[in-house]
Structure formats: structure tokens, C-alpha cells
Nanobody
Framework: VQLQASGGGLVQAGDSLRLSCAASGLPFSNYAMGWFRQAPGNNREFVATVGRGGGFTHYADSLEGRFTITRDNAKSTVFLHMNNLKPEDTAIYYC?????????????????WGQGTLVTVSS
């Protein structure tokens, strides 16, 4: 199983960015997908998750509606659309796949992880 995250980079506060995570080696539509992030010195924290069909989504309260998670099962890809980025969004962003739980915010409930993509937001 491989989860390949991409789309990170250096942006300015207020900018938008779209992260992608391409999955292979697993029946993608059977897995809930999630995004987590980890800033230097911090624990990995939940960002967003989407159910198998894409109709269910759940977000961290701290995002204030700025992020949107979507998925394309035909392309085995999950996306994280990030708007109005803030310096505190700076982190490595990881995608994850979970077989048995929908809506999970705990990293322990995900089975596979990508390598992460770095997002840096300058003020």
C-alpha cells in the first residue's frame, strides 16, 4: 500500500493551496480517508476526514471552515483544499486510510499513512 501526498509548498498568509494524496495497493473506495498535520514540537493532530463514498465529512473545529476534504474514487485520490491559510497552519500534512471507521479523528484508527507534504505559510 502506498499513499503519496503532494501539493505542499511555501505560501503567504491568505493564500490557498490544494493537497493531493494518491493511493495505490488498496481498494480505495473501501477506506475512509483522513488528513492530519504535525507542526514542529507538536503532536500529530486531526484535520479532516471523508467517508468511503465522499458524502460524509468531518473537520477539526479549529479550522473555522477554511478547509474542505474531497475524494475521487475513480482516481483513488483524496484532496484537501485549504483557503485563507494562516502561519499557524504551517506543518507537515499527512494523509491516512482507515478500513473500519468513518469519521475517526484519532490517528490510531487509521491503517495506512503517507509520507507527508510540507506546508509553510509566511506572514
Amino acid at each position: 500500500v502506498q499513499l503519496q501526498a503532494s501539493g505542499g509548498g511555501l505560501v503567504q498568509a491568505g493564500d490557498s493551496l490544494r493537497l493531493s494524496c494518491a493511493a495505490s495497493g488498496l481498494p480505495f473506495s473501501n477506506y475512509a480517508m483522513g488528513w492530519f498535520r504535525q507542526a514542529p514540537g507538536n503532536n500529530r493532530e486531526f484535520v479532516a476526514t471523508v467517508g468511503r463514498g465522499g458524502g460524509f465529512t468531518h473537520y477539526a473545529d479549529s479550522l473555522e471552515g477554511r478547509f474542505t476534504i474531497t475524494r475521487d474514487n475513480a482516481k483513488s485520490t483524496v484532496f484537501l483544499h485549504m483557503n485563507n491559510l494562516k502561519p499557524e497552519d504551517t506543518a507537515i500534512y499527512y494523509c491516512a486510510a482507515g478500513r473500519y471507521y468513518t469519521g475517526a479523528s484519532s490517528p490510531d484508527l487509521y491503517d495506512y499513512w503517507g509520507q507527508g507534504t510540507l506546508v509553510t505559510v509566511s506572514s
